[in-house]
C-alpha cells in the first residue's frame, strides 16, 4: 500500500473534514484513547482549522480515501488547558506550535507515516518561525484493565524524533471512555523539542 501525503491550511481544510471526523472517531476507540467521541462533535473541533491561517492538518491518503491524519496549530490557538503548564513553566506560548492528535487506521501502521506526519508539522512550525515545537499524550495505568498485552509505547519512536518528556509540564482532559456512562479526567503529559537547537 503506497500513501500519499498533503498538508493543508485554512479553505483547503474544509472539504476533509466529514472524512477526518469519522476517521477520528474510529481510530479515537482504541487504546490508549478509549474514547466515546461523536461525529457532531469531531466536525465542529475540526472545523476551527478552516478559520487559523497558522494552523496545519497533514493527511495520508490511499487512492481517494482518507486513512491517516495529523494536526498542529500554534498554543496560542489552542485550549487553554493547554497553555497553562506553558504560562507557569515561564514559557511564552506564542513561541509554541503545538502537534495535536495523529490518527491512522492500523492495516497502514508501519508503514513511515508517523515519521511523515512529524516532518510535516516540524517544516510548517519552522517556516512559521516558532520556537519550540510540543505535544501531549494521555498517561494510562500500566495495569489498565483495557491496555493490549502487545501494546509499546511511542516514548522510543518520539525520541527519535527528537523530542524530550518534560515532568514539568502536564494537563489534564475529560473524555468518556468507552463503556463509561460519564467523563473522567485523564493526565496528559507533555514532550517539546528546541527548534533553535535541531
Given at each position: ?52 491561517p ?9 487512492g ?63 517556516e ?44 489534564s ?13 485523564k ?12
Amino acid at each position: 500500500m503506497s500513501l500519499a501525503f498533503q498538508v493543508l491550511s485554512g479553505a483547503a481544510v474544509e472539504s476533509v473534514v466529514p472524512d477526518l471526523a469519522r476517521l477520528r472517531v474510529t481510530v479515537f476507540r482504541d487504546w490508549p484513547y478509549l474514547y466515546e467521541g461523536s461525529l457532531d462533535y469531531e466536525r465542529k473541533y475540526l472545523a476551527k482549522y478552516i478559520k487559523l491561517p497558522r494552523a496545519t492538518i497533514v493527511i495520508a491518503k490511499d487512492g481517494d480515501a482518507i486513512v491517516g491524519a495529523s494536526t498542529a496549530l500554534p498554543l496560542t490557538d489552542s485550549e487553554a488547558e493547554l497553555r497553562k503548564p506553558f504560562v507557569d513553566a515561564g514559557i511564552d506560548p506564542m513561541d509554541v506550535y503545538y502537534y495535536g492528535e495523529s490518527v491512522l487506521l492500523a492495516e497502514y501502521r508501519g508503514q513511515g507515516a508517523g515519521v511523515r506526519f512529524f516532518v510535516e508539522r516540524e517544516k510548517r512550525a519552522r517556516e512559521l518561525g516558532f520556537k519550540l515545537a510540543t505535544f501531549c499524550g494521555v498517561v494510562r495505568p500500566k495495569d489498565h484493565p483495557a491496555r493490549p498485552a502487545d501494546y509499546v509505547p511511542l516514548d522510543a519512536f518520539w525520541t527519535k524524533r527528537g523530542f524530550t518528556p518534560r515532568g514539568d509540564l502536564t494537563a489534564s482532559f475529560e473524555w468518556r471512555d468507552l463503556g463509561d456512562t460519564a467523563p473522567t479526567a485523564k493526565p496528559m503529559a507533555f514532550w517539546t523539542k528546541d527548534l533553535a537547537k535541531a
